[in-house]
């Protein structure tokens, strides 16, 4: 028999994490000391637990594993709730890990600080933004409840939330065991299946439509296959951006509506059978469609059930799905690729001023020399340039459009694929949580920041550009680099971007921030396509 928080940490990796993210506080340091002391996973503290969120939250995304937050009871819980909206809005498999007051302390009469209201109002709100929870009060069935929520948290791909009393740390636990899936019912999945692969046969142009559940349940290799067996072209949603950048299939890009490449719209809102596998049902995957879909002619698989026109089937995983789809199609030797999207390339390093489309060219000429990089993207303009760069593995708030994530994000991924990543933010999301790179040097963590400063809040200034509290200040994050433990360019020329860019990857072991400046004007066309059409859907353009 160990301990409480020995069992927790080795029902963790166990689970999949490798590694976890945190702050320390006084309801939490007794869990802490423990994590220092046993090594059983590494330890990232950062700065503001917004960080922390977004850091497991991109670490969760990018690996077959989970996400883990360690934070303190109230305060620093609190500052949790933004993160974690977002991870269970995305779908990512993130645990988040609170200490709380002990036992006895909550049975004296007394407010505690850090108590909002009552000392169950945290875990109150925290039902409405995970999909499971425990008080571990219990040593007796700690290793139970702990069991039940991790298992939670990889079925169901979202978060949790585990309240850890700080009197119980070094309790005695029985270990943590491994639960599998809840399995589907085979006959159901074998009849779905079937039915699936009789609506693709009788179509004339059907296609996949791959979303974020394919990477949440590391499905991308057998998705690849499936639409090599079955000949079906593949697109992938705006949040599903940066599948199978590793594995063959017949890719045609990403499907962002009229914002987007219209080759790839067409074949998407013509298909007479789509088979959306994974995929979130979202204004910003479908919001901005030129036709909306027929359901008749769609099969949508996510969220353990699958919609074959107007019925469905319940309680079907999607891995359950797709695996018995490879049973039912014959093996197919040969794979034909699709053309790939024409990526801008070749940057002209002339001294014009930078558009973001340069951004684009200049992330792409570097791939090519050196091979693609993983990527981190903030929300704004950054994201929507990141469509125009080659097809790379890239984590990033599509759908739930928080600001702050980019930068955490980035240190996150690099943690936990050992890639150095790059990073995309803007000025306003940077202002939020671009000082977490000052924990960059503890760590060895290298990122490349390719920050887009345009002196506002960009993507709102496209919806109203006869505003003016958009505008931001010029922070000269540049010359705020060294203090940090990094290297701090600005650039202001494509000319000096390139250079910028080439010197940044040559330098290694400490973080490298290109600060970009572009006038307030400066817009993706994706973007400005992309605003445009929301502005005409829900009025905000008459």
């Given at each position: 028999?160990?301990?409480?928080?020995?069992?927790?940490?080795?029902?963790?990796?166990?689970n999949g994490a490798r590694q976890l993210f945190g702050i320390p506080g006084d309801f939490a340091l007794p869990f802490f000391k423990v994590i220092e002391q046993s090594g059983i996973l590494p330890l990232f503290t950062l700065s503001h637990e917004p960080g922390v969120g977004f850091a497991a939250d991109a670490a969760a995304r990018s690996g077959d594993g989970i996400g883990v937050a360690v934070v303190t009871y109230g305060a620093g819980a609190f500052n949790m709730v933004n993160p974690v909206a977002c991870a269970y809005a995305e779908k990512s498999p993130l645990v988040v890990i609170s200490g709380a007051p002990g036992v006895a302390e909550g049975q004296d009469g007394l407010l505690l600080h850090h108590q909002a209201k009552t000392l169950s109002s945290q875990q109150e709100m925290f039902k409405e933004i995970t999909c499971d929870q425990a008080i571990l009060t219990d040593p007796r069935t700690a290793h139970a409840d702990i069991a039940r929520v991790l298992q939670s948290c990889r079925e169901q791909s979202r978060p949790v939330y585990i309240e850890f009393p700080r009197d119980l740390v070094d309790a005695p636990c029985e270990e943590v065991p491994l639960l599998q899936q809840t399995p589907?019912?085979?006959?159901?999945?074998?009849?779905?299946?079937?039915?699936?692969?009789q609506r693709i046969a009788a179509a004339n142009a059907p296609l996949i439509l791959a979303g974020v559940e394919v990477r949440r349940y590391g499905l991308e290799a057998k998705v690849a296959e499936?639409?090599?067996?079955?000949r079906l072209?593949?697109?992938?949603?705006?949040?599903?951006?940066?599948?199978f950048s590793n594995t063959p299939c017949e890719l045609i890009g990403s499907y962002i509506g009229i914002a987007g490449d219209p080759e790839v719209s067409r074949s998407v809102e013509e298909s007479d059978q789509l088979l959306m596998l994974g995929v979130i049902l979202c204004d910003t995957n479908f919001g901005v469609?030129?036709?909306?879909?027929?359901?008749r002619n769609t099969v949508n698989a996510s969220d353990r059930q699958v919609k074959v026109g107007y019925h469905q089937y319940p309680q079907i995983p999607l891995s359950e799905l797709v695996d018995q789809l490879l049973v039912e199609t014959a093996s197919v030797a040969e794979h034909r690729p699709a053309t790939p999207p024409d990526y801008p390339r070749d940057l002209c390093a002339d001294n014009a001023p930078i558009q973001p489309t340069d951004i684009a060219r200049?992330?792409?000429?570097?791939?090519?020399?050196?091979?693609?990089?993983p990527i981190a993207s903030d929300m704004g303009d950054c994201l929507?340039?990141?469509?125009?760069?080659?097809?790379?593995?890239?984590?990033?708030?599509?759908?739930?459009?928080?600001?702050?994530?980019?930068?955490?994000?980035g240190i996150g991924l690099q943690a936990e694929l050992g890639q150095r990543p790059i990073i995309l933010v803007g000025d306003g999301a940077f202002q939020m949580t671009g000082w977490e790179l000052g924990n960059c040097r503890r760590y060895g963590l290298d990122p490349i920041v390719l920050l887009f400063n345009n002196c506002c809040w960009g993507m709102l200034a496209t919806f109203q550009p006869e505003t003016h509290f958009n505008t931001l200040d010029d922070w000269q994050f540049a010359s705020m680099a060294s203090a940090m433990g990094g290297d701090g360019t600005r650039v202001s020329t494509r000319a000096?971007?390139?250079?910028?860019?080439?010197k940044a990857v040559e330098t290694t072991d400490r973080f490298q921030l290109i600060e970009i400046m572009m006038t307030p004007e400066a817009r993706s066309s994706t973007l400005q396509h992309f605003v445009d059409a929301h502005k005409k859907r829900s009025g905000m353009g008459q």
């Open positions: 028999m160990t301990t409480m928080a020995e069992s927790l940490l080795r029902g963790l990796k166990a589907g019912n085979p006959e159901a999945v074998t009849a779905c299946a079937q039915e699936v692969l499936l639409s090599r067996r079955l072209p593949v697109a992938t949603t705006f949040m599903g951006r940066g599948l469609s030129s036709k909306r879909l027929d359901i200049a992330v792409n000429d570097l791939f090519a020399q050196r091979g693609p990089m929507f340039t990141a469509m125009d760069m080659e097809n790379t593995h890239l984590v990033a708030p599509g759908y739930y459009a928080t600001m702050g994530f980019g930068v955490p994000a000096e971007l390139e250079h910028a860019l080439k």
